[in-house]
């Protein structure tokens, strides 16, 4: 078994600053589930909200959770056949490669260059190496800590003794420090900027040239704690996108075919707003696996809104939706050119169908859309090709 020890502790300016919505302490549980602890460990904290909120989380994920008071209690805690994962107080582990030195077989200590370790807060073993803040210990190593004061404080102490008995040490690469995937949190101050590139970190890429999902970005961005910290943000996003969608097609059936596609138009940055607070509610390390093939169900309505907006021959009926359906999905086969990158947004295609559906008959409207949707293919595999 794996086990992971986590030391609840209050900043240097008293603060227990949360990361979006998660405290320090969640964010090395997320971390340590990740590694493949059974079981987390909690020194100090009492019955303070942090140990709470850590205890519920730990729940939450199948966790095993104990909590303890002193370094002497650690050493009964688990097995001598077991590994112990110790994580320095207020280490914010966000980087993949420190996740994967950690999933590795074997015990080893995480180190950095001595020089901008000490200077990113970590705790230098001497003038060449750091401690990174994280370290794997076998359990019958923890025997050791009864012959230190019952004070002492657990990460040191177990960072002498793995050092003591030589564990193999993996090194972090320095360049992680730089946009904080891999920092320590001293204060408040540091905790609020780490916050403000959190989300720009783990929000999907996005441009202007794909409108839909650049300002479901920049609103996720902008408004990201508060729509994190309410359980109900993704529910309520992912339901408003099924019922725009499903407005657009109801909308169609009742010969109304302007509304059918700005409903759907709509829709399109409502679901990547879905899609963005999906990817941050299993970051960093999670992912969200078939969620995005939901973006097909906007293809699906276009087809089936431009069949019920045509009225005529069968043929006629279903070959333009086809057209411009098939089209669609072949442009999002390869990279776009920046001038060919907007017709892949359904938003826009489905707002200029709305537009156009003003001035002229929607069978036209949407033979005009598919045609400049195929023409863009053509023209993508000539610059492929040439």
């Not at 199948?62 to 320095?88: C, E, F, K, M, W």
């Not at 370290?135 to 923890?142: D, E, F, K, S, Y």
């Not at 996720?220 to 097609?249: E, N, P, Y």
Request: aromatic share 6%; proline share 6%.
């Amino acid at each position: 078994m794996r086990a992971a020890l986590i030391i609840l502790d209050v900043l240097e300016d008293g603060s227990v600053p949360e990361i979006a919505g998660k405290t320090i302490a969640e964010r090395q549980l997320l971390f340590a589930r990740e590694a493949g602890c059974e079981a987390i460990i909690a020194f100090g904290g009492g019955g303070s909200p942090t140990a709470i909120a850590l205890r519920h989380a730990a729940e939450r994920y199948g966790l095993r959770y104990q909590s303890i008071t002193s370094a002497h209690a650690l050493a009964g805690s688990i097995g001598s056949g077991d590994t112990l994962l110790v994580l320095q107080p207020d280490l914010l582990p966000e980087a993949r490669q420190g996740l994967e030195l950690i999933q590795a077989e074997g015990q080893r200590v995480l180190i950095l260059s001595a020089g901008p370790g000490v200077a990113g807060g970590f705790e230098r073993i001497d003038l060449d190496r750091a401690w990174a803040g994280v370290l794997t210990i076998p359990g019958n190593a923890l025997g050791r800590l009864t012959a230190l004061p019952e004070d002492a404080a657990p990460h040191a102490a177990l960072l002498r003794i793995a050092l003591q008995q030589r564990l193999p040490e993996a090194r972090l690469a320095d360049d992680l420090l730089n946009d904080g995937r891999w920092s320590v949190i001293a204060d408040g101050e540091m905790a609020r900027l780490r916050e403000g590139t959190w989300f720009r970190t783990h929000l999907p890429a996005a441009v202007p040239t794909m409108p839909s999902r650049w300002l479901a970005r920049e609103l996720i961005a902008k408004a990201g704690v508060w729509l994190v910290q309410r359980r109900g943000s993704r529910f309520i996003s992912g339901t408003l996108f099924g019922l725009l969608t499903a407005g657009g097609v109801a909308a169609a059936w009742l010969e109304m075919p302007i509304l059918a596609f700005a409903l759907i138009a709509l829709g399109v940055p409502v679901g990547e707003a879905f899609l963005a607070l999906s990817r941050l509610a299993v970051a960093p390390f999670g992912k969200i696996a078939r969620l995005p093939k939901l973006r097909y169900l906007s293809d699906i309505a276009l087809f089936v809104t431009g069949v019920l907006v045509i009225d005529s021959l069968a043929h006629r009926t279903f070959f333009p939706p086809l057209v411009l359906a098939a089209s669609l999905l072949l442009l999002d086969r390869d990279r776009l050119p920046q001038p060919f990158a907007p017709l892949r947004d359904r938003g826009v295609m489905a707002g200029f169908l709305a537009l156009l559906s003003t001035i002229i008959a929607p069978e036209t409207s949407i033979i005009a859309v598919g045609a400049c949707a195929l023409l863009a293919n053509v023209a993508v595999g000539a610059i492929k090709r040439g």
